[in-house]
Nanobody
Framework: QVQLVESGGGLVQAGGSLRLSCATS????????MGWYREAPGKQRERVAT???????TYADSVNSRFTISRDNANTTVYLQMNSLKPEDTAVYYC?????????WGQGTQVTVSS
């Protein structure tokens, strides 16, 4: 059973924007930190951005000032707004949550940025 459902990936030109969404259940979302990670071909999965339950956000240096993470408590959804995209942002993006001692990952959504 898929606990985190991502959407919003696609193909975009350099300088463009995309918004990723991660929908989950109240049980996983409420009171827990959420995050976005990415995995590029031949590279290890890396943290992109995280947001706490009280909406404090942190970002990887490589995306700071270009990406914005947010959460919609009413819809138990986390978003990642990605602006000024670069070819090096090309990767599969994963949503992540830690809830009740368990680690949850989404299935991933592909983001491809052409030069």
């Amino acid at each position: 059973q898929v606990q985190l459902v991502e959407s919003g990936g696609g193909l975009v030109q350099a300088g463009g924007s995309l918004r990723l969404s991660c929908a989950t259940s109240t049980r996983i979302f409420n009171g827990n930190n959420m995050g976005w990670y990415r995995e590029a071909p031949g590279k290890q999965r890396e943290r992109v951005a995280t947001i706490t339950s009280d909406e404090r956000a942190t970002y990887a240096d490589s995306v700071n000032s270009r990406f914005t993470i947010s959460r919609d408590n009413a819809n138990t959804t986390v978003y990642l707004q990605m602006n000024s995209l670069k070819p090096e942002d090309t990767a599969v993006y994963y949503c992540r949550a830690v809830a009740m001692g368990y680690l949850y990952w989404g299935q991933g959504t592909q983001v491809t940025v052409s030069s």
